[in-house]
């Protein structure tokens, strides 16, 4: 029963948590699932905005501002992940990699120290309700709500004639050169897109937990792979809406099995350790299903 309680208690934590991470799976999903580019550069996107968001409110910029610029970094660095690839035939996994290693200088000197307290500048909260920052329901409700509106936005979009681009340089890269789509740029633009929602859950991250850190993205690339895969085995990926559903929906339920873990005593220093096996069951279990249905079916002839 204590374990129970323990879990029921840490469900409004780790679900306000989820929907600001489903951010980072939607980012690792457009450029893997969307575009056929395999992009981890996340771990790099997600701090560098919550860097750039935490060291303007310090300044004494407004949270829209300084989310505003923290988006705009991110974008920038996922288009530059994107050029390094092409320009110069560099794995994606690879120029991913490299720029993820550049942004921790860039994002030690853009707040000028490894971390930066923010509890006594406004937020993004703050300008929807006074005080809506301390209530876990309120918060998960706006959360929520944006959440819905960017996947809105996004299933719009990648319906509409740049959308549909989008997706065709990733269904088929020959077909997609073959009806005049610009390969290159509409790739750029989309890795751009994705490190920009990555980074958008860094500003929202710091202003909810009220400081920024320069660490804030070490493991996240595997939160967001976990959230996919979840994901995808929970809804499908069949059509446009189960591909953008899957991200939320298995960010939501990873972390409500990390609410498990932690109710079940696991150290919270553990948690990536079970978040890496949770990843390796989830990638191969297709194998090891699929050699189990191979050798049944040898048995039976």
């Not at 920052?133 to 709500?145: D, F, M, R, T, V």
Request: aromatic share 8%; with cysteine.
């Amino acid at each position: 029963m204590e374990i129970v309680r323990s879990f029921i208690e840490l469900i409004p934590v780790t679900l306000a948590q989820s929907l600001i991470y489903a951010f980072v799976a939607l980012a690792v999903m457009i450029p893997f699932r969307l575009l056929n580019f395999p992009d981890l550069s996340c771990e790099g996107t997600f701090p560098l905005g919550g860097s750039v968001c935490g060291a303007l409110l310090a300044m004494g910029f407004g949270p829209v501002s300084a989310m505003a610029a923290g988006v705009a970094a991110g974008f920038l660095a996922g288009c530059a992940v994107a050029m390094i690839a092409l320009r110069f035939r560099i794995s994606s996994l690879l120029s991913g990699i490299i720029v993820i290693t550049m942004l921790y200088s860039v994002n030690l000197r853009v707040m000028g120290r490894s971390n930066i307290a923010l509890f006594t500048y406004p937020t993004i909260f703050d300008l929807v309700h006074e005080g809506l920052n301390q209530s876990l329901p309120a918060k998960i409700a706006l959360l929520g709500a944006v959440v819905a509106l960017v996947l809105g936005l996004l299933f719009a979009f990648l319906k509409t004639e740049k959308g549909i681009a989008l997706r065709a340089v990733g269904a088929n890269l020959d077909m997609a050169q073959a009806q005049g789509i610009s390969v290159w740029w509409t790739t750029v633009a989309g890795v751009g897109l994705a490190a920009s929602f990555s980074a958008f859950a860094g500003t929202v991250l710091v202003q909810s937990q009220g400081f920024s850190d320069v660490n804030i993205g070490f493991g996240v690339v595997i939160n967001g792979l976990a959230s996919l895969i979840i994901g995808e085995l929970l809804v499908g990926r069949q059509n446009v809406a189960r591909q953008l559903l899957a991200p939320v929906i298995g960010a939501i339920a990873y972390y409500q099995l990390v609410s498990v873990c932690l109710a079940l005593g696991l150290a919270p220093s553990d948690l990536k350790f079970a978040s890496g096996l949770l990843v390796l069951a989830m990638l191969a279990a297709p194998m090891l299903f699929g050699k189990e249905r191979m050798m049944a079916r040898e048995k039976v002839e």
